[in-house]
């Protein structure tokens, strides 16, 4: 890192307070004028606030007019990596610095390696107002805007870290901002990790940031029925991975295993896996409840099965399975220009029983469907014409409805999940998911915040729309038993 060097503290204090002091004159004369000049329609800005920033940047590293010293140092190094400041501009923008340079000139600072990496970019951001950072300075950067108190900075790394959960890194990133996100207690970013993550599962399974991801996180995944990824073979797969790496207690070990919904995996894979799988054998005992659980759900009639086991639990509820026996992708190329329509077919349900039944689905597209308040209505007028209407008041519309019906419906609800692919970074991840309540064919907030008119929408990719539709058969009891 390069140091910033200058004139020693003191040798030009007195120009360093007025050069501070001119230019707080300056930003405050510039909000009057612009103030009394806001209602003249003859006013114009003469913006040269470019050329300011320019010089408070030579400012810093020149040293010219410092009046206070900072030295970072870190327990790896004995070297202190020194910068020349000026204490009215880092007091304008930090209470800490405020009170550290009070009364005194030179001030030593303790950081770990990965801050102290930043410590520049974040001196540079107090002089001039602004930062550019990679995926791995956020975290540092983040805490030095946390420990100094710089609000606007700290409001601004996160921000940058909710808008990059996608972009693409060598070790990934996404799991170690969702740990420090809990770790600081900001929830909105938690959140924003936590469902990006679900919903790219896939993709973070066969990455190297999978071996990261604590018991704590991998319990929150692993309760979520709004998962996407292949199957849940998938995701035993990678757990077992996970639990030989990892080497946790047995009774964590346990607890994660106990979260796998088995009976949405097929009779023959799980006999498999009993043969096979070193970690289902060396846990048998614990699991062999919910296996012998899941055989019976395959062997028996879903509807017999309901009136004896509880069917309403997250167990039997399948998660978002991207194999084609659950769903179909779509791709709509010009999705601003007509109604489009499509038709597939899915398993009636997860059970072995229902393996050979089908559901054809017919879904509708249409990218400018009018609300009954916006469809044009007839004027008084005497003429009678239509009152116009903008192409601009319809919105887009995804219905989506079974070929027929059947009497092997009975105790069968169908949840729809609508995935929308976007590109993020050369990457088609999911950004967007809808859900489909049962008894409706249609969410009302389908691409409700899109605008399929621009080709650059982060909806669409090469002018296209990618949908990913998902059909989740959930069985109900219908008639209890006495046990």
Not at 144 to 173: C, F, I, N, P
Not at 354 to 376: E, I, Q
Not at 432 to 443: L, M, P, T
Request: net charge positive; hydrophobic share 40%.
């Amino acid at each position: 890192m390069t140091r910033l060097t200058g004139t020693q503290p003191g040798s030009s204090r007195r120009w360093g307070c007025a050069a501070a002091a001119f230019l707080i004159l300056l930003l405050t004369a510039q909000a009057a004028h612009k103030a009394d000049l806001s209602s003249d329609a003859t006013a114009a800005t003469i913006n040269h606030s470019p050329t300011l920033l320019q010089r408070l940047q030579e400012l810093l590293q020149n040293g010219n007019g410092s009046d206070s010293v900072l030295r970072v140092r870190t327990a790896a190094s004995e070297e202190a990596k020194v910068f020349h400041t000026h204490q009215l501009l880092l007091s304008l923008q930090s209470e800490v610095f405020e009170s550290l340079l009070r009364n005194q000139s030179v001030v030593t600072l303790h950081e770990p390696p990965e801050t102290a990496a930043v410590f520049e970019k974040f001196i540079r951001y107090l002089y001039c107002g602004g930062v550019s950072i990679l995926l791995h300075q956020a975290i540092p950067m983040h805490q030095l805007a946390s420990k100094y108190r710089v609000w606007g900075l700290q409001r601004g790394v996160a921000d940058y870290m909710k808008t990059h959960l996608a972009s693409e890194s060598s070790q990934g990133h996404v799991v170690g901002w969702y740990h420090y996100a809990v770790r600081i207690g900001d929830t909105a970013l938690q959140e924003s990790c936590l469902q990006f993550l679900a919903w790219n599962l896939s993709a973070i399974l066969g990455s190297a940031e999978w071996g990261s991801v604590s018991v704590e996180l991998l319990l929150l995944l692993l309760e979520r029925s709004d998962l996407v990824l292949h199957s849940e073979l998938e995701l035993y797969t990678a757990l077992e991975a996970w639990l030989s790496r990892r080497q946790p207690e047995g009774p964590v070990a346990e607890r994660l295993l106990r979260a796998i919904r088995y009976p949405m995996i097929a009779p023959s894979q799980l006999f498999q896996l009993q043969v096979q799988s070193p970690v289902l054998a060396r846990h048998y005992s614990a699991l062999q409840d919910l296996l012998f659980q899941a055989f019976q759900f395959h062997a028996a009639s879903p509807l017999h099965f309901a009136k004896y086991f509880d069917v309403n639990c997250s167990m039997f509820l399948p998660r978002n399975y991207l194999a084609p026996s659950w769903g179909s992708q779509w791709v709509i190329t010009n999705p601003a220009r007509d109604d489009r329509s499509t038709s597939f077919q899915t398993q009636l349900g997860p059970s072995s029983h229902d393996a050979g039944k089908r559901v054809t689905w017919n879904v509708l597209f249409s990218p400018r469907w009018l609300p009954v308040s916006l469809r044009p209505v007839y004027s008084d007028s005497a003429s009678g014409a239509i009152q116009p209407v903008r192409i601009e008041d319809g919105r887009p519309r995804l219905v989506i409805t079974p070929a027929t019906s059947s009497p092997d419906f009975a105790g069968v609800s169908f949840q729809k999940t609508v995935l929308v692919g976007v590109r993020q970074q050369g990457r088609v991840l999911v950004k967007h998911a809808y859900s489909f309540h049962q008894s409706s064919d249609e969410v009302s907030d389908f691409l409700v915040h899109a605008d399929l008119q621009k080709r650059a929408s982060e909806y669409l990719i090469d002018n296209s729309l990618h949908l990913h539709i998902i059909i989740k058969p959930v069985y109900h009891s219908l008639i209890k038993v006495k046990k």
